[in-house]
């Protein structure tokens, strides 16, 4: 600012003063802080498995879905892994064990230990990687990790340049894999893989609800056709309440809801059609056909078999579990082959491949023609007559898309889906389909709560009346004669063979009726009277006595369980009772038990954690089941 503006500044206020007065006083400044302007978010959490934790304005949480900002701080534990995205859809997936800086921008990152994979669909590019060991600027898919006393990397697409402090830049092409060690790059060479054909389509079927579709060269997903050839590359997600399959050459890979990948196409890698699949999220079932040979790659894992079989795979953290539910399969990862067989499971952690435990049924039933399990079970194990079975199970009675196919052991495990039933069908060793049958599972109403809840009207007739029960003895409501100038009655109630002792029932009511409470009474023969009173309280003549009589009838189809309910603290005394259906089995924890003539059961099962209702009925069984607290 000059000093002419200033000095003309000075005489303006000199001129507007009073002769010998003060200069006006200036205005004050206003002070007022300005708001804070909210950070926008760097990038936003869309996957979460396992252990991840968030750090933020010096404290950590429990990391949730959702925007993360500059200097927040994202670390994984074991097994554990997240996938960042940003605006503009570059994502960062950070693997186990894992603590990771997030800067002003997505590409502009620190890694302090672990590792993370990254890809880049828009090309729009990274920035610098910080790492204890250099700075590195990546391509556009790959991965980096900090390992002892150095880097390695695995560059997929695009080029890298490492700034090593004493080795300078260093650029990796795609395809390669290097380590930095002590300022020194060391190259490692991958495997050369054997000479593929240009991979074909592979059709995709939408089985329900809405499944979409990326295609080459698109920028949104849209619906999918309900059948469509999937071109290379093209991108899937089955959304919730969605379900469809990939069609190739003997082999079908069922997508179930949350489920999301891309499609690479079919290809013949040697003398094997292979449906090749990558950044898959959420289980696939995977279902060899037996007609010829077929397999499916993901990524560095390919499942391959000739004849029938279903094999599922899922994520745990970063390993991949795949477990044969029926026939067997030839697991290979960086050319080495395991063979997993029904029943068993693996876990593949990079090119270690581990036995994994099976998964344990929460209930156990036997299959027949008819099962009906009135228990809410994750996963239910079904066991089947012979060694050797070779079966179809589905969700629907055609078995258009059967969830199981092909030999099996004793017993399979199969996850049960709200109340949908199951149907099972054996074959014999010329195909030929044998024993069939079906699993229920209808809801739980065998609460003695949930079937003593009606009430019965006794009128005074004069006649006998007659009140049948199964369970107990439900609510019971007498009603009496009314009578002109009558504001009370007496009620009298007692056994027909103790009717000189003093009633079980003596109360003085104000209406023509009284209710006794469900149970009150026993199977029996019972006098029951209403005296009217007068104004001063005594009995007018004329009551009379009513016959009534109380009689057990088992005309159950279904079993009544009167103890132990669900989350009943079980202790050495503790007891199964209740009414087994007419002419049927009980089997109360695999133990036969003979209810009485009038199908009713007590037995002392002690402080165990559950209680398992087993009622065989001609070819019918039914499963309940209480689980109990200790």
């Not at 206003?30 to 010096?58: C, F, K, M, N, S």
């Not at 016959?547 to 050495?572: C, F, M, W």
């Not at 954690?609 to 689980?627: M, S």
């Given at each position: 600012?000059?000093?002419?503006?200033?000095?003309?500044?000075?005489?303006?206020?000199?001129?507007?003063?009073?002769?010998?007065?003060?200069?006006?006083?200036?205005?004050?400044?206003?002070?007022?802080?300005?708001?804070?302007?909210?950070?926008?978010?760097?990038?936003?959490?869309?996957?979460?498995?396992?252990?991840?934790?968030?750090?933020?304005?010096?404290?950590?949480?429990?990391?949730?879905?959702?925007?993360?900002?500059?200097?927040?701080?994202?670390?994984?534990?074991?097994?554990?892994?997240?996938?960042?995205?940003?605006?503009?859809?570059?994502?960062?997936?950070?693997?186990?064990?894992?603590?990771?800086?997030?800067?002003?921008?997505?590409?502009?990152?620190?890694?302090?230990?672990?590792?993370?994979?990254?890809?880049?669909?828009?090309?729009?590019?990274?920035?610098?990687?910080?790492?204890?060991?250099?700075?590195?600027?990546?391509?556009?898919?790959?991965?980096?990790?900090?390992?002892?006393?150095?880097?390695?990397?695995?560059?997929?697409?695009?080029?890298?340049?490492?700034?090593?402090?004493?080795?300078?830049?260093?650029?990796?092409?795609?395809?390669?894999?290097?380590?930095?060690?002590?300022?020194?790059?060391?190259?490692?060479?991958?495997?050369?893989?054997?000479?593929?054909?240009?991979?074909?389509?592979?059709?995709?079927?939408?089985?329900?609800?809405?499944?979409?579709?990326?295609?080459?060269?698109?920028?949104?997903?849209?619906?999918?056709?309900?059948?469509?050839?999937?071109?290379?590359?093209?991108?899937?997600?089955?959304?919730?309440?969605?379900?469809?399959?990939?069609?190739?050459?003997?082999?079908?890979?069922?997508?179930?809801?949350?489920?999301?990948?891309?499609?690479?196409?079919?290809?013949?890698?040697?003398?094997?059609?292979?449906?090749?699949?990558?950044?898959?999220?959420?289980?696939?079932?995977?279902?060899?056909?037996?007609?010829?040979?077929?397999?499916?790659?993901?990524?560095?894992?390919?499942?391959?078999?000739?004849?029938?079989?279903?094999?599922?795979?899922?994520?745990?953290?970063?390993?991949?579990?795949?477990?044969?539910?029926?026939?067997?399969?030839?697991?290979?990862?960086?050319?080495?082959?395991?063979?997993?067989?029904?029943?068993?499971?693996?876990?593949?952690?990079?090119?270690?491949?581990?036995?994994?435990?099976?998964?344990?049924?929460?209930?156990?039933?036997?299959?027949?023609?008819?099962?009906?399990?009135?228990?809410?079970?994750?996963?239910?194990?079904?066991?089947?007559?012979?060694?050797?079975?070779?079966?179809?199970?589905?969700?629907?009675?055609?078995?258009?898309?059967?969830?199981?196919?092909?030999?099996?052991?004793?017993q399979v495990v199969v996850p049960v889906q709200g109340r949908t039933p199951l149907y099972y069908?054996?074959?014999?060793?010329?195909?030929?389909?044998?024993?069939?049958?079906?699993?229920?599972?209808?809801?739980?109403?065998?609460?003695?709560?949930?079937?003593?809840?009606?009430?019965?009207?006794?009128?005074?007739?004069?006649?006998?009346?007659?009140?049948?029960?199964?369970?107990?003895?439900?609510?019971?409501?007498?009603?009496?004669?009314?009578?002109?100038?009558?504001?009370?009655?007496?009620?009298?109630?007692?056994?027909?063979?103790?009717?000189?002792?003093?009633?079980?029932?003596?109360?003085?009511?104000?209406?023509?009726?009284?209710?006794?409470?469900?149970?009150?009474?026993?199977?029996?023969?019972?006098?029951?009277?209403?005296?009217?009173?007068?104004?001063?309280?005594?009995?007018?003549?004329?009551?009379?006595?009513?016959?009534?009589?109380?009689?057990?009838?088992?005309?159950?189809?279904?079993?009544?369980?009167?103890?132990?309910?669900?989350?009943?603290?079980?202790?050495?005394?503790?007891?199964?009772?209740?009414?087994?259906?007419?002419?049927?089995?009980?089997?109360?924890?695999?133990?036969?038990?003979?209810?009485?003539?009038?199908?009713?059961?007590?037995?002392?099962?002690?402080?165990?954690?559950?209680?398992?209702?087993?009622?065989?009925?001609?070819?019918?069984?039914?499963?309940?089941?209480?689980?109990?607290?200790?």
């Amino acid at each position: 600012m000059s000093r002419f503006w200033w000095a003309a500044v000075l005489a303006a206020s000199l001129a507007g003063c009073p002769e010998g007065g003060p200069p006006p006083e200036a205005p004050k400044p206003d002070l007022t802080p300005l708001a804070a302007v909210p950070a926008a978010p760097v990038a936003t959490l869309i996957t979460i498995e396992g252990a991840v934790d968030l750090e933020r304005d010096g404290g950590v949480t429990r990391a949730g879905a959702g925007p993360v900002f500059e200097g927040d701080v994202v670390t994984t534990g074991p097994a554990s892994r997240a996938v960042l995205r940003d605006s503009q859809k570059r994502e960062l997936e950070l693997g186990e064990e894992t603590r990771f800086r997030v800067g002003p921008k997505l590409t502009n990152v620190e890694l302090s230990e672990g590792e993370f994979s990254f890809s880049d669909e828009g090309g729009a590019g990274w920035g610098r990687v910080r790492t204890p060991f250099g700075d590195v600027v990546p391509g556009q898919a790959g991965r980096l990790r900090v390992i002892d006393g150095g880097l390695s990397a695995e560059v997929t697409l695009g080029e890298f340049t490492f700034f090593e402090p004493d080795a300078g830049a260093q650029s990796v092409a795609a395809g390669q894999k290097v380590e930095v060690l002590g300022g020194e790059f060391r190259f490692v060479e991958a495997p050369p893989k054997p000479p593929v054909d240009a991979p074909a389509s592979v059709a995709l079927v939408v089985e329900r609800g809405r499944p979409q579709l990326k295609r080459p060269g698109e920028k949104r997903y849209s619906p999918a056709q309900p059948q469509e050839a999937l071109a290379a590359g093209t991108a899937f997600q089955v959304p919730a309440g969605s379900s469809a399959h990939l069609e190739g050459p003997h082999v079908r890979v069922s997508l179930g809801a949350g489920t999301s990948g891309v499609s690479e196409g079919s290809r013949t890698a040697g003398a094997q059609p292979v449906v090749a699949l990558t950044k898959v999220i959420g289980p696939l079932t995977l279902q060899f056909d037996g007609k010829g040979a077929g397999g499916v790659e993901l990524d560095e894992v390919t499942v391959a078999g000739g004849n029938e079989a279903t094999v599922v795979v899922t994520r745990q953290g970063k390993k991949r579990r795949l477990e044969a539910r029926s026939g067997e399969v030839a697991l290979t990862v960086k050319g080495k082959a395991t063979t997993v067989k029904a029943g068993e499971a693996v876990l593949v952690e990079g090119d270690v491949v581990t036995p994994a435990p099976a998964v344990k049924p929460g209930l156990v039933v036997t299959a027949g023609s008819r099962v009906r399990v009135h228990a809410e079970v994750k996963d239910l194990g079904i066991v089947f007559p012979d060694e050797v079975n070779r079966l179809q199970l589905a969700r629907d009675p055609e078995f258009a898309t059967p969830l199981i196919a092909g030999p099996v052991g004793k017993q399979v495990v199969v996850p049960v889906q709200g109340r949908t039933p199951l149907y099972y069908r054996l074959f014999d060793g010329q195909g030929q389909a044998g024993r069939q049958g079906r699993i229920d599972f209808p809801a739980d109403l065998s609460s003695a709560r949930d079937t003593a809840t009606r009430s019965d009207t006794v009128a005074e007739t004069g006649k006998k009346a007659t009140v049948v029960y199964q369970s107990k003895v439900p609510a019971l409501t007498f009603v009496f004669t009314p009578q002109p100038d009558v504001k009370a009655w007496r009620f009298r109630l007692s056994r027909a063979a103790e009717i000189d002792k003093a009633p079980l029932v003596d109360r003085r009511v104000q209406e023509p009726r009284l209710v006794l409470e469900s149970g009150a009474l026993e199977e029996g023969e019972y006098l029951w009277s209403a005296s009217a009173l007068d104004a001063n309280g005594v009995e007018k003549a004329g009551a009379r006595y009513n016959k009534l009589a109380v009689q057990y009838d088992n005309a159950r189809t279904s079993l009544l369980i009167d103890h132990p309910a669900n989350g009943e603290r079980a202790t050495a005394e503790t007891k199964a009772s209740g009414v087994a259906p007419r002419q049927s089995q009980l089997f109360i924890n695999g133990k036969l038990v003979r209810p009485d003539d009038a199908g009713r059961f007590s037995v002392k099962v002690g402080a165990v954690d559950t209680v398992l209702f087993r009622v065989v009925t001609g070819e019918t069984e039914a499963y309940w089941l209480r689980r109990l607290k200790r």
